[in-house]
């Protein structure tokens, strides 16, 4: 069974940093795009990072070009989301998520991915 676990959320100040991470369990994800997205309340999800299987290519939402940083350890199972200069408008669930098409592109649409964790929580505090 697939299973993706994030971690790493917490509470911080504004100018803050967290690092999230994202396990991989129940097959091989090296040759899959990984994405980042987010849900604050009452809003929808919406995209915030995405890396291909080599981590050559990567992608942002505008919003968090210069502060974010997407990676990804394929002998780990692993991808991360380095969060610098933390704003309280970056305050939300935080998920991770496989498209399974072999070294695809993480395209920024939700419903592109297939297999999704269950959410870390982040609160950046003004």
């Known amino acids: 069974q697939v299973q993706l676990v994030e971690s790493g959320g917490g509470l911080v100040q504004a100018g803050g940093s967290l690092r999230l991470s994202c396990a991989a369990s129940?097959?091989?994800?090296?040759?899959?795009?990984m994405g980042w997205f987010r849900q604050a309340p009452g809003k929808e999800r919406e995209f915030v990072a995405g890396?291909?299987?080599?981590?050559?290519?990567?992608y942002y939402a505008d919003s968090v070009k210069g502060r974010f940083t997407i990676s990804r350890d394929n002998a780990k199972n692993t991808v991360y989301l380095q969060m610098n200069s933390l704003k309280p408008e970056d305050t939300a669930v935080y998920y991770c998520?496989?498209?399974?098409?072999?070294?695809?592109?993480?395209?920024?649409?939700?419903?592109?991915?297939?297999?999704w964790g269950q959410g870390t929580q982040v609160t950046v505090s003004s």
């Open positions: 129940g097959r091989p994800f090296s040759s899959y795009p």
């Open positions: 890396i291909n299987w080599s981590g050559g290519s990567i």
């Open positions: 998520a496989v498209k399974a098409t072999r070294r695809g592109v993480p395209v920024s649409t939700a419903r592109e991915y297939d297999y």
